[in-house]
């Protein structure tokens, strides 16, 4: 019986990319010593909440994912960052092959919020893993499934989702906004000869705090 096993090598920025994205390194090792003639790989991408500690800041910036960290004990949950199918070539014994992971500024997306929020240290990731072998055996092919239990895990830098995201948007990040509201900032920009969106929302945070109560 064929035995797989999946693990992480590295990962980084993609390069050359029409839009932001991160590069995993897998290493995918066959461990009966049969040849895989193939094998279409389905793989889904979750971030492990759990599995680290937060900082001050970190813990405000998450607050609209997971509400209050008095609540953390029962919303602080996995989420789904992405799921991607990959063909993987002919290999005896291992070979090492690239996942591209695409990357979204859209902060209506929950995995996109928790990257955004997170600055420094690591990113818990589980890869979950499925899909179809075609191995050869007794001068032929056999089709075997990858087994549903078949997993890794990887600490991610967080440096390198921001490092992705600079590649295009340097210092920057999206909101989306309804149309209604945009006319009323540019209508606001222009009563106040404001020049760039960013000026237009600090002027009226300012605002919004001197109003607040000392």
Do not use: N
């Not at 090792?29 to 793989?43: V, Y």
């Not at 997971?66 to 014994?93: I, K, N």
């Not at 859209?106 to 499925?130: E, G, M, N």
Request: proline share 5%; charged share 20%; aromatic share 10%.
């Amino acid at each position: 019986m064929t035995m797989l096993a999946i693990s992480v090598l590295g990962a980084q920025p993609s390069p050359q990319t029409a839009s932001p994205g991160i590069t995993f390194r897998l290493r995918v090792e066959e461990l009966s010593g049969a040849r895989i003639h193939s094998m279409t790989l389905r793989c889904q991408v979750q971030i492990s909440a759990r599995c680290r500690r937060y900082a001050k800041d970190e813990q405000s910036r998450l607050y609209e994912l997971f509400g209050d960290v008095s609540q953390w004990e029962r919303t602080l949950r996995t989420v789904t960052w992405s799921q991607s199918t990959l063909v993987v070539p002919s290999f005896d014994h291992r070979i090492d092959i690239d996942l591209s992971v695409p990357c979204t500024y859209d902060l209506q997306v929950a995995a996109a919020k928790y990257l955004h929020a997170i600055r420094d240290r690591h990113v818990p990731l589980t890869f979950l893993f499925s899909g179809m072998m075609f191995r050869v055996a007794d001068g032929g092919l056999r089709i075997e499934p990858v087994p549903w239990d078949l997993e890794t895990t990887y600490q991610m830098r967080a440096s390198i989702w921001h490092a992705s995201m600079d590649q295009f948007f340097p210092g920057r990040g999206w909101l989306m906004l309804r149309r209604d509201t945009i006319d009323r900032l540019q209508a606001f920009r222009g009563q106040h000869a404001v020049v760039s969106w960013d000026e237009a929302i600090d002027l009226l945070l300012q605002d919004l705090a001197a109003e607040e109560p000392a």
